[in-house]
Structure formats: C-alpha cells, structure tokens
Nanobody
Framework: QVQLVESGGGLVQPGGSLRLSCLVSGSSISRDYMSWYRQAPGKQRDLVATITSGGSTNYADSVKGRFTISRDNAKNTVVLQMNSPKPEDTDTYYC???????????WGQGVQVTVTS
C-alpha cells in the first residue's frame, strides 16, 4: 500500500524559511508526478507546485520565486522549500503522487504551516 508522510510543518515568521518533506513508501516515485497542494478550512485544495518525473517544475503564481519543489528518487522523497513565506501562505499542505499510466493518485495526511510574527 502506498503511503505518503509529510513532515516539516510548523510556525514560521514572515520572511523566514521552512522545508516540507514528503516520504513515499510502498511504491517508487521515479515515474510519478509529485505535487504539493494547500487548503484552508472550508476552501478548495489548490495546487502549489508540481515536479514531473523528468524534473520539470510548475508553480502557482502566488509562490513563484519564493518556493522550490525538488525530488530525490533514490530517497523516494519530494521537498518543498518555502522561502520568504507570507501570512497568506498559512494553510494545510498536502503531498500528492500521481501516475496516470499506472492508474493511481495518492495523498498524504497533510501538515500545517502557520506564518505569523
């Protein structure tokens, strides 16, 4: 069974930095699309960043230039480096792995990020 476990969330001051990690077990991520989403209570889940199996990245306009997504296939891990976070980045962040060829899409349990001074 595929499981995704996020870590690294917590409190961070505006302008600081935070590093979220997602460890995947039960399957190799080497051919997967890996993404980070975020969601506030009562709102839809929004895409933050995606990294393809080839390493191409895509970001929401609101985080471009501040956040960086990366992957380590050997460690089955995807990371979201959050630099210069803003209070509006406060949300629950979710890791996602998708492989359309294999026909699966899995989510982590989410990790809370709170940006406050």
């Amino acid at each position: 069974q595929v499981q995704l476990v996020e870590s690294g969330g917590g409190l961070v001051q505006p302008g600081g930095s935070l590093r979220l990690s997602c460890l995947v077990s039960g399957s190799s991520i080497s051919r997967d699309y890996m993404s980070w989403y975020r969601q506030a209570p009562g709102k839809q889940r929004d895409l933050v960043a995606t990294i393809t199996s080839g390493g191409s990245t895509n970001y929401a306009d609101s985080v471009k230039g501040r956040f960086t997504i990366s992957r380590d296939n050997a460690k089955n891990t995807v990371v979201l480096q959050m630099n210069s976070p803003k209070p509006e980045d406060t949300d629950t962040y979710y890791c996602n792995t998708e492989n359309r060829e294999a026909g699966y899409n899995y989510w982590g349990q989410g990790v809370q990020v709170t940006v406050t001074s």
